[in-house]
């Protein structure tokens, strides 16, 4: 019988025309500068924030201002030690700050790439997250970024493009509801000490 209606199926299809596959899609190849700019520009679009920092040491200069206001943090596994801040270090789940390091970043849609081994605890229960991206793995789209880091990714990523926000109740926006309500990009030129 099965073979009956699968035949039938055939037989009835035969003259109809093939479908063709659209070519594959060619986006413009960015320049580092280029890819830089755009990110800013979509993560600040999605409600997130980003400053440019031009090396490690401004890095650490940055964080020790900016981390004042905060009473504790939790850290990601990946984050170099010249940027954990002299703060009480407490659980996510406590923590008013989460500061990780990131895989990389997508500029086509303003995307921090974070591993899960980092933590994903510290990148989703604090309030605010801090995520530190060399400059360098900025990249245009995503299949660059998969492309790129394909032999570094871990079984699971994280894709951030802004705030934990949601309507679902009343269609109201609201932030830091399935995670960060505040989410901070400092993208470091040279990385390396």
């Known amino acids: 019988m099965r073979e009956y209606i699968l035949e039938r199926i055939h037989r009835a299809l035969e003259h109809r025309p093939g479908s063709e596959l659209p070519p594959p899609l060619a986006l413009p190849t960015l320049s580092p500068e280029e890819a830089l700019k755009l990110f800013q520009e979509r993560l600040n679009a999605n409600g997130g924030e980003t400053v440019h920092l031009d090396n490690l040491g401004a890095a650490r200069a940055w964080l020790l201002d900016f981390a004042r206001s905060f009473a504790g943090v939790a850290l990601g596994l ?34 921090v790439i974070v591993s899960s ?3 994903r605890r ?14 360098e793995r900025v990249y245009g789209t995503l299949l660059e970024a998969l ?8 079984s699971a990523v994280g894709l951030h493009s802004g705030p934990s926000k949601s309507a679902d109740i009343g269609q109201i926006m609201v932030k830091g509801v399935h995670g960060p309500g505040r989410l901070i990009a400092a993208v470091v030129a040279e990385p390396q000490d």
């Open 78 to 111: 990946e984050l170099p030690e010249s940027l954990h801040p002299d703060l009480p270090i407490l659980p996510p789940q406590e923590a008013p700050l989460g500061i990780s390091w990131a895989l990389g970043a997508v500029a086509e849609t303003g995307t």
């Open 122 to 135: 510290t990148q989703l229960l604090p309030p605010t997250h801090l995520v530190f991206i060399p400059q």
């Open 117 to 119: 081994q980092d933590g």
């Open 147 to 154: 492309a790129a880091l394909q032999s570094a990714l871990p």
